[in-house]
């Protein structure tokens, strides 16, 4: 079975820096996904970024980048710039095939002006 | 582009009335669709699937159902809803291409309350 664990219940990060959520997932498959998503206050749950399990390079998209580390484990993603309007929850998640995507418990961002 | 709907926003319901939440999508074609749940500070549950019409797959027994009438429209309901029913229902949708990379992409949301 997949699990996802994200550790961190709560962070702080002053505007304009540079902050990394982390994510450690557990899967037996050798070809999966991995996913990060924002859940802003408003309930929405927005799509930031994608990386498969046979990509050999880092996603990036914009200010948000993932640092897959696949010994490890581990798909953390870090958040250039951090802005007012990066508060949130973020939630990281995987998807080996199949329609089942696990989700992790998430973590809440807050940043400070 | 792709867009999706749910409606109510925010509903509530005494304990033991029917339900009936509404899903739909724009700007696609034979999607997957999904309905979740989240309980208040908690990540999200997957209650039921959908890869076509008339076709659904249940991931958590419960006096929860979904139908599928038309292929771009999803609908979760219940005939007698319980306390435990409340929470924030998420309904999304997807396309794949390739199996896991399934990227969902979701609605608005619906928040429970029942009473």
């Known amino acids: 079975a997949q699990k996802i664990t994200q550790t961190q219940p709560g962070m702080f990060v002053q505007e304009k820096e540079a902050v990394t959520l982390d994510c450690t997932y557990d899967t037996s498959d050798p070809s999966y996904g991995l996913f990060w998503y924002k859940q802003p206050s408003s309930g929405e749950m927005i799509f930031l970024i994608y990386?498969?399990?046979?990509?050999?390079q880092n996603a990036t998209e914009g200010r948000y980048s993932l640092n897959f580390q696949k010994a490890r484990k581990s798909a953390n993603l870090v958040i250039s710039a951090s802005q007012l309007g990066d508060s949130a929850m973020y939630f990281c998640?995987?998807?080996?095939?199949?329609?089942?995507?696990?989700f992790g418990a998430g973590t809440r961002l807050f940043v400070k002006a | 582009s792709q867009t999706i709907h749910q409606w109510p926003a925010t509903l509530v319901q005494p304990v033991g009335s029917p339900l009936s939440l509404e899903c739909t999508v724009e700007?696609?074609?034979?999607?997957?669709l999904y309905w979740y749940r989240q309980a208040a500070g908690r990540g999200l549950q997957l209650l039921f699937y959908?890869?076509?019409?008339?076709?659904i797959s249940s991931e958590v027994p419960q006096n929860l159902s979904a139908s599928r009438p038309q292929d771009r429209q999803f609908i979760l309901s219940s005939k007698k809803l319980l306390l435990s029913d409340s929470g924030f229902y998420l309904c999304a949708w997807s396309v794949i291409e390739r199996q896991s990379t399934d990227t969902q992409y979701f609605g608005p949301g619906t928040r429970l309350t029942v009473l």
């Open positions: 998640a995987i998807n080996t095939g199949g329609f089942k995507t696990i």
């Open positions: 959908s890869v076509g019409i008339g076709q």
């Open positions: 700007g696609t074609s034979n999607p997957n």
């Open positions: 990386q498969g399990s046979y990509d050999q």
